[in-house]
């Protein structure tokens, strides 16, 4: 991912020029080829700052690092005894190299975490948990600006404040402006819309722009004032409060004073509620790390203008035989890849290269940011507390991970697999009696629901007749695994269950049989689970592809596991399946006449009233609706008389 505002001379595409090395064919690990290949590419590389890239047999990304002089990073993979082991297992896949140089170290540095996060290389210190967080954005784009939750690419006009940890923080945060400040969170369709006050007026969560309940310049105040309390300024927001609640009562304004009050008392109980307190250290974040057990963990606080936005933990991949050091330095570089930079990052111990670290953050932010290690004084007890979470989040995560792994091996011994699963594919089917049908299939994995791996299914094959459960269930299957097959033939990638569950019994198991046989699949192991008598949970039965059946006891451990895996799968084929319906119910017979956009369908609407008007008006009266012209009037009667 290419930051929006990161400079061009950092994106890939800007580099002076590119240099590739390749080997011999072949895809099995051999040390001396992958070193081969390292050394005729070490004969063309320039000593010049840049970033390299190990890729494989089939082209993949391995490895991605970055080098202050190219020439001389790079020889160091072919002196292959003075290797760590990972590091040869690394060699010994390489067939191929690309190189991409830079101006500078620094410049080096931010392109390799854009790297990173790009190809997902399975030697680098990978930062899992990196869905976008959540920021509270102030638009500055109308007259009165609304206050609101946002996610992903910052591009609406306005100020932006965050990272919040979760949407939890983002959410209790909004909750405390709007009843101090009495900002509008309303979208401007419908605040335009407005006649009178709406609800958040009456419980004092709003200031009522949308109907003249408060002028221009008196709502820029309390913009103002908002803007104070999330830069860290709000013990002037207090005073200014606490002096118009005295003036209001002196004036025998009690209303008023009642009001101001209820804000002020709003204020105090945000600033009160923190469980971590940062006066006077304005926007930080603290990092600490805890190893135990072959995991780690970094335990992150997000502190903006002096207040907590909550925290998180952080939980990186591949990090065996990696110093802890460099994974501080490797979760800082790709956690900053997608969150701006704080001018103060305390941290538990000294990232490698922490200068240069320094240097590349201060890049992106357009100012000098500081990695500091506290000794003393309120930072060090800051620190401390992110030291306890990181502990106490590893030590649930170990605990959480032992009681897993024991769940994974007596799911193995129940289905009788070779190992316990590392992906577990669950599928369901969601409609209304045929209707708005689809698909829908969850995926878990020995640490969790892999979400990004979700997928649903529109039901579209004329074959498959309405309220079909056997027929969606094989057109399901045969997409999902026809395209597999084209994708990943050899099963490399990492994207073929380890097991399957089906929510249902020997009519859905037969029609995912039958699937597989059509397909040559003969070894991926598959199981119906269907609810008991009455679809009581705890009776369920599983149905094997051999015609076995079987129950277990109701306070079994594994059965307890499966229903959290077959419950998931429902409640995600429901969620999907109420977003079909609410988009069917807002759609019209117009979206499918070609050329009609919202603005002509609306006016087409407007002049009609109904969609059925539209239909059977002469090819003049369509003519006559204002803002559609007569070429548009033409599409749409002769979409409608086709056959005259």
């Not at 200014?240 to 002196?250: I, N, S, V």
């Not at 969609?611 to 009266?621: C, K, P, T």
């Amino acid at each position: 991912m290419v930051r929006p505002n990161a400079p061009d001379r950092f994106n890939e595409e800007k580099a002076t020029y590119v240099i590739r090395g390749s080997g011999e064919e072949g895809d099995k690990p051999d040390l001396e080829r992958g070193a081969g290949v390292i050394r005729g590419v070490v004969r063309k590389l320039p000593v010049r700052p840049g970033v390299y890239r190990m890729l494989d047999a089939r082209g993949d990304v391995l490895y991605v690092g970055k080098a202050r002089a190219l020439k001389n990073r790079v020889t160091n993979y072919t002196q292959v005894a003075r290797l760590p082991q990972r590091l040869q297992r690394m060699v010994a896949q390489t067939r191929a190299m690309e190189i991409v140089t830079t101006n500078s170290e620094a410049e080096a540095l931010l392109l390799e975490a854009q790297l990173i996060k790009r190809y997902r290389p399975p030697y680098n210190v990978l930062l899992r948990d990196d869905k976008s967080f959540p920021f509270i954005l102030l638009r500055a784009d109308h007259d009165f600006p609304r206050v609101q939750k946002h996610r992903g690419a910052r591009r609406a006009k306005g100020h932006y404040y965050g990272p919040f940890a979760s949407a939890g923080s983002v959410n209790r945060t909004l909750n405390a402006l709007q009843k101090t400040f009495l900002l509008r969170s309303c979208t401007d369709s419908f605040f335009a819309n407005r006649s009178r006050p709406c609800l958040l007026y009456q419980i004092r969560r709003c200031s009522a722009p949308c109907v003249g309940r408060i002028g221009k310049d008196e709502y820029a105040e309390l913009v103002s004032d908002a803007q104070d309390f999330l830069e860290g300024r709000s013990t002037a927001v207090q005073k200014r409060l606490g002096d118009a609640m005295t003036r209001a009562a002196e004036a025998m304004d009690y209303e008023l004073a009642a009001v101001l009050r209820d804000r002020l008392k709003a204020l105090t109980f945000i600033q009160g509620s923190q469980s971590v307190h940062a006066d006077g250290l304005g926007d930080a974040d603290v990092f600490a790390l805890a190893a135990k057990g072959g995991q780690l963990c970094v335990a992150g606080f997000f502190i903006r203008g002096g207040q907590n936005w909550g925290h998180r933990s952080f939980f990186p991949a591949h990090i065996a035989g990696v110093p802890e050091d460099e994974v501080m330095a490797s979760f800082l570089m790709q956690f900053y890849e997608g969150v701006p930079p704080p001018k103060l990052i305390l941290v538990d111990r000294e990232p490698a290269e922490c200068a240069l670290l320094a240097e590349a953050l201060g890049e992106t932010a357009g100012r000098r940011v500081e990695i500091s290690v506290p000794q003393r004084g309120n930072r060090r007890r800051l620190l401390e507390q992110a030291v306890r979470n990181a502990g106490e989040e590893l030590d649930r995560r170990l605990a959480e991970s032992s009681s897993q792994a024991k769940l994974g091996r007596e799911l193995a011994e129940l289905f009788d697999l070779d190992e316990a699963p590392q992906r577990i594919e669950i599928y369901d089917n969601s409609h209304i009696q045929g209707t708005n049908a689809l698909g829908a299939m969850v995926v878990a994995g020995p640490e969790g629901w892999i979400k990004g791996a979700y997928r649903k299914f529109n039901i579209k094959r004329a074959e498959t007749q309405p309220g079909d459960d056997f027929a969606m269930m094989r057109e399901v299957f045969q997409r999902r695994f026809a395209r597999a097959l084209e994708e990943d033939p050899e099963r490399t990638k990492g994207e073929w269950p380890d097991l399957v569950l089906i929510d249902g019994g020997k009519g859905q198991v037969s029609a995912v049989s039958a699937v597989f046989a059509e397909l040559g699949i003969d070894d991926l192991p598959y199981v119906g689970v269907a609810k008991g008598p009455d679809r009581n949970a705890g009776r369920e039965t599983f149905y094997l592809p051999d015609g076995r059946e079987f129950t277990l006891p109701p306070n079994n451990a594994v059965l307890f596991y499966i229903q959290r895996l077959r419950d998931e799968a429902h409640r995600f084929a429901i969620g999907a399946h109420r977003q079909k319906r609410a988009k069917a119910m807002g759609s019209s017979p117009l979206d499918e006449v070609p050329g009609i956009g919202p603005a002509r369908k609306k006016a087409l609407l407007m002049h009609f009233g109904t969609a059925r008007a539209v239909r059977g008006a002469s090819l003049e009266d369509l003519k006559r609706a204002p803002g559609v012209s007569a070429g548009v009037a033409q599409a749409v009667y002769d979409y409608y008389h086709a056959g005259g």
